[in-house]
């Protein structure tokens, strides 16, 4: 990182730094689509890259909390399916990431995402209760996942249409996410350790600072979940990645 002091960061920085720690808390606890928010966030207050440094500590210690609470529903199957071919997307990121266009990588991102969930919502009026079942669908989503993960922590968008073309229920869809993404999350500990160098002691301790906006947004998102049947989460979950796709194009 940069800055040589906390106390160098400006107070601008500070309340968005807050914020999308807020929200981080908030998606991994259910309310998924909005993780892109914080990501923008991060990337206004510090630039694009080290920024990633900074929000990964944070992911993990949200990922740690959503595990703790929705162990219970994980659902390893999927896992077990998913999680091979992220690994890979994370080392073809690893290795090209760093000189990707961001253009490129952004509206390529953007226009996957919508054409799968121009899929799904066909699938959704033809009331098709069947699910992708060749390896081919998750060995592409895994890896894309895996690669935008290493670039920019931007898998969340990827991972929710898997999940959804799954037609997981919400805890489980919940659960499951919160062990697949604690798994990978630390596997990049290492990758911005000593790879990019994104993270430092400054930037831990920034982050340590961050935590508790990460529990208030924990808290306030395990209510909402609570209180959401499982069909609006559906949609709900559909339209945040579809809006979260529109502000990869802005950030």
Same mark, same amino acid.
Do not use: C
């Given at each position: 990182?940069n800055f040589?002091?906390?106390?160098?960061?400006s107070t601008?920085?500070?309340?968005l730094?807050?914020?999308?720690?807020?929200?981080?808390?908030m998606?991994?606890?259910?309310?998924?689509g909005?993780?892109?928010?914080n990501?923008?966030?991060?990337?206004?207050?510090?630039e694009?890259?080290?920024?990633?440094?900074?929000?990964?500590?944070?992911?993990?210690?949200?990922d740690?909390?959503?595990v703790?609470?929705y162990?219970?529903?994980t659902q390893?199957?999927?896992?077990?399916?998913?999680?091979?071919?992220?690994?890979?997307?994370?080392?073809?990121?690893?290795?090209?990431?760093?000189?990707?266009?961001?253009k490129?990588?952004?509206?390529?991102?953007?226009?996957?995402?919508?054409?799968i969930?121009?899929?799904?919502?066909w699938?959704?009026?033809?009331?098709?209760?069947?699910?992708?079942? *060749?390896?081919?669908?998750?060995s592409?989503i895994?890896?894309l996942a895996?690669?935008?993960?290493?670039?920019?922590?931007?898998?969340?968008?990827?991972?929710?249409?898997?999940?959804?073309?799954m037609?997981?229920?919400?805890?489980?869809?919940?659960?499951t996410?919160?062990w697949?993404?604690?798994?990978?999350?630390?596997?990049?500990?290492?990758? *911005?350790?000593?790879?990019w160098?994104?993270?430092?002691?400054?930037?831990l301790?920034?982050?340590?600072k961050?935590?508790?906006?990460?529990?208030?947004?924990?808290?306030?998102?395990?209510?909402i979940?609570?209180?959401?049947?499982?069909?609006?989460?559906?949609?709900?979950i559909?339209v945040l990645t579809?809006?979260?796709?529109?502000i990869?194009?802005?950030?």
């Open positions: 990182m040589a002091l906390i106390s160098e960061i601008t920085s500070w309340i730094s807050f914020l999308a720690a807020f929200v981080i808390g998606s991994k606890a259910g309310i998924k909005i993780a892109i928010i990501v923008t966030f991060m990337a206004i207050a510090f694009t890259k080290q920024s990633t440094g900074i929000v990964l500590p944070l992911l993990v210690v949200a740690v909390f959503a703790i609470y162990n219970r529903h390893w199957s999927y896992i077990a399916k998913f999680l091979p071919w992220m690994i890979l997307g994370i080392m073809l990121g690893s290795w090209v990431g760093m000189d990707l266009p961001e490129a990588f952004k509206y390529g991102m953007v226009i996957l995402i919508f054409l969930l121009a899929v799904i919502i699938w959704d009026q033809k009331k098709e209760k069947t699910v992708p079942t *060749h390896w081919a669908f998750s592409g895994g890896t895996g690669f935008t993960t290493m670039v920019g922590n931007l898998a969340g968008p990827i991972s929710n249409i898997y999940f959804l073309a037609r997981l229920p919400k805890n489980h869809f919940i659960g996410a919160a697949l993404f604690l798994i990978i999350n630390v596997l990049k500990l290492p990758l *911005h350790f000593f790879v160098e994104t993270i430092s002691k400054e930037t301790l920034l982050d340590l961050l935590i508790p906006g990460i529990i208030v947004g924990f808290v306030i998102g395990i209510n979940v609570k209180r959401i049947n499982e069909a609006f989460f559906r949609k709900m559909l579809a809006l979260g796709a529109i990869i194009l802005f950030k």
